[in-house]
T-cell receptor, first 113, second 115 residues
Framework: GESVGLHLPTLSVQEGDNSIINCAYSNSASDYFIWYKQESGKGPQFIIDIRSNMDKRQGQRVTVLLNKTVKHLSLQIAATQPGDSAVYFCAENMPGANSKLTFGKGITLSVRP | GAVVSQHPSRVICKSGTSVKIECRSLDFQATTMFWYRQFPKQSLMLMATSNEGSKATYEQGVEKDKFLINHASLTLSTLTVTSAHPEDSSFYIC???????????FGSGTQLSVL
């Protein structure tokens, strides 16, 4: 798979390859980060999250990496499947009583059979 | 897992009418719910934070009188788009924060089309 920034709208990968989706977040005070998957006409679906005191977290076929030094977040999907085709968003959470999520621009992942 | 029910999933209305969208947390209590708006091929933009029993907090640029939010119980928040116009056509998504876990769950969205 190839690594792309969220300023590129589409990432195309071959089925079975690994995908890497990158995100540059904006606020150094953000303490919690989430990756969401959104299919057409549906709400966001939680994939994986990571807190700011960690730099890596693994789930089933997915890994999130956090680099606070450069405010960079990435999502790695192993053995990409056609069902992974969707738009992916990173979101950052500012701490505090009025904490809220701010979403990144999103990238479309297209899996070629 | 926790479920957030959002209704209706799709609504078509005439310009000038008002539309109400409901967001319910089905198996948890949510003191805080959020309303987002999403245009085609764009990201989710937070419109307002809805707090149970108090006034909603609107993001900059969102008209309070246009988008009325009511969070009367721990499981229900409503968004009313008043006097809807074609430019209000969009995908509206709610999310609810589980008061115990702190996790956020999203509804399935409402596609509003104003003719």
């Amino acid at each position: 798979g190839e690594s792309v920034g969220l300023h590129l709208p589409t990432l195309s990968v071959q089925e079975g390859d690994n995908s890497i989706i990158n995100c540059a977040y904006s606020n150094s005070a953000s303490d919690y980060f989430i990756w969401y998957k959104q299919e057409s006409g549906k709400g966001p679906q939680f994939i994986i999250d990571i807190r700011s005191n960690m730099d890596k977290r693994q789930g089933q076929r997915v890994t999130v990496l956090l680099n606070k030094t450069v405010k960079h977040l990435s999502l790695q999907i192993a053995a990409t499947q056609p069902g992974d085709s969707a738009v992916y968003f990173c979101a950052e959470n500012m701490p505090g009583a009025n904490s809220k999520l701010t979403f990144g621009k999103g990238i479309t992942l297209s899996v070629r059979p | 897992g926790a479920v957030v029910s959002q209704h209706p999933s799709r609504v078509i209305c005439k310009s000038g009418t008002s539309v109400k969208i409901e967001c319910r947390s089905l198996d948890f209590q949510a003191t805080t719910m959020f309303w987002y708006r999403q245009f085609p091929k764009q990201s989710l933009m937070l419109m307002a934070t809805s707090n149970e029993g108090s006034k909603a907090t609107y993001e900059q640029g969102v008209e309070k009188d246009k988008f009325l939010i009511n969070h009367a119980s721990l499981t229900l928040s409503t968004l009313t788009v008043t006097s809807a116009h074609p430019e209000d056509s969009s995908f509206y998504i709610c999310s609810a924060r589980d008061s115990r876990q702190g996790k956020l769950f999203f509804g399935s969205g409402t596609q509003l089309s104003v003719l």
